[in-house]
């Protein structure tokens, strides 16, 4: 493999970007496709392509600065992917993957066809109401936006026939297809992480993560549960990235219900909020695993080099600019690992860094982190 090959990654948020430092680490340059000049990723590289996919102009030109293709996320329409495909690129995962994942109605059948337990879930179309609705999944419900979703913005709880009209009216402005599905009251929420190529499938241990308003906030690794389901969530974890003939890094999301179950929530075919921690507590960070699998190299071991991990995401605190207070209060204690993901502007919840502490006593970090949160205000 030649020094300087181009890793083309789409998109040029926080995943990007962490994925690009790993790129770098190994050698490999990187090219970054955006809609604004500037963004996370797009900072770090001299190839910043600037421009979406609708313009095959862009396109092209993103295609001539990359060797092979990646993506920080699931937005772009595979038939996109197809094109850069069709120009003799490789894209990983490929646009039939991304086909079968960027559309939460047609993974959610994917996985239900494979026997992988979901929670019951239904199309939306027009004709459908409340009522029927109501009655196949029970008084409360989600609503989710097929395409386009994350961190809740996709989501919405429904519990009357006000809501559900004011949902149907509010997430279509999103995108204009849903499915609804039953509300699951879950014990904990898991996601596990796996790497693939076309000789090694492999995971990271299986998380605990905590949402706030469909936001993932904390994750705690490795997750506090039994032994026997850890093992369970990464052989179904396992199974939804071969569901999808999927190569490269994939965060599945799955909810421990109160007896015992386990039920896929989704799906993501790219590095994931929940494999932060991993950047510290791994041997191998799930970006490194990205890169590495993409470009179908040996994977790096997952293992935790100790006892406990406690990521806790940096969300907007206010809706101006990019000026961080109290920063070295936030570096006080020495074995604080900060990241912030350069981003122009804040907005009140928008992801905008996050920290990492290691330990062995997880009460003990868990406390620490929090307290790291209170005090930096981005
Ligand atoms: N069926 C459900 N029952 C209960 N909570 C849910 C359900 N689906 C989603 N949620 C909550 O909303 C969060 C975000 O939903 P998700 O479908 O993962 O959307 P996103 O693409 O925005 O991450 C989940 O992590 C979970 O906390
Ligand atoms: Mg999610």
Redesign the pocket.
């Known amino acids: 493999m030649k020094n300087r090959f181009r890793i083309g990654i789409l998109g040029g948020g926080q995943l990007a970007r962490m994925s690009a430092y790993q790129a770098y680490k190994l050698g490999f340059d990187i090219a970054i496709l955006e809609k604004t000049k500037n963004s996370p990723a797009g900072q770090l590289t001299h190839n910043e392509c600037v421009g979406w996919v609708e313009n095959k102009k862009v396109l092209q030109k993103f295609a001539q600065a990359s060797d092979i293709i990646t993506l920080e996320n699931e937005f772009v329409d595979h038939q996109h992917l197809k094109y850069f495909e069709k120009l003799g690129k490789k894209v990983v995962p490929s646009s039939k993957t991304i086909s079968l994942i960027q559309d939460?109605y047609l993974q959610k059948k994917t996985l239900f066809k494979k026997d992988i337990p979901v929670?019951q879930f239904y199309e939306v179309s027009a004709k459908s109401n409340y009522e029927e609705l109501a009655a196949l999944l029970g008084a409360r419900?989600?609503l989710?936006s097929r395409k386009l979703?994350?961190?809740?913005?996709?989501?919405a709880?429904i519990k009357d026939q006000p809501g559900y009209n004011k949902a149907i009216e509010k997430l279509s402005k999103r995108h204009n297809q849903l499915l609804a599905?039953?509300?699951?009251?879950?014990e904990k929420?898991l996601a596990v992480i796996v790497a693939r190529t076309k000789k090694e499938i492999i995971t990271y241990p299986v998380v605990e993560?905590i949402?706030k308003n469909?936001?993932?906030h904390i994750v705690i690794a490795p997750a506090q549960i039994e032994e026997r389901l850890k093992k369970q969530a990464e052989e179904i974890a396992i199974e939804c990235v071969k569901s999808v003939n999927g190569f490269g890094i994939f965060g599945i999301?799955m909810?421990l219900c109160k007896d015992g179950k386990i039920l896929v929530?989704?799906m993501a075919p790219r590095p994931h909020n929940s494999g932060h921690f991993s950047i510290e507590a791994c041997v191998t960070s799930q970006f490194e695993n990205h890169i590495r699998s993409v470009l179908d190299l040996p994977l790096g071991s997952t293992q935790m080099i100790m006892p406990f991990a406690v990521m806790l995401n940096l969300l907007g605190k206010k809706n101006y600019g990019r000026k961080i207070f109290n920063y070295k209060k936030a570096l006080k204690e020495n074995d604080i690992h900060l990241h912030l993901y350069g981003k122009e502007e804040s907005r009140i919840g928008r992801k905008m860094g996050h920290i990492t502490i290691l330990g062995d006593d997880l009460d003990e970090i868990l406390k620490r982190a929090k307290a790291v949160e209170k005090e930096i205000i981005i």
């Open positions: 939460k929670p419900f989600i989710k979703g994350y961190d809740g913005y996709g989501n709880e599905e039953r509300f699951v009251h879950f929420e993560t949402q469909h936001i993932c999301e909810f929530n989704e």
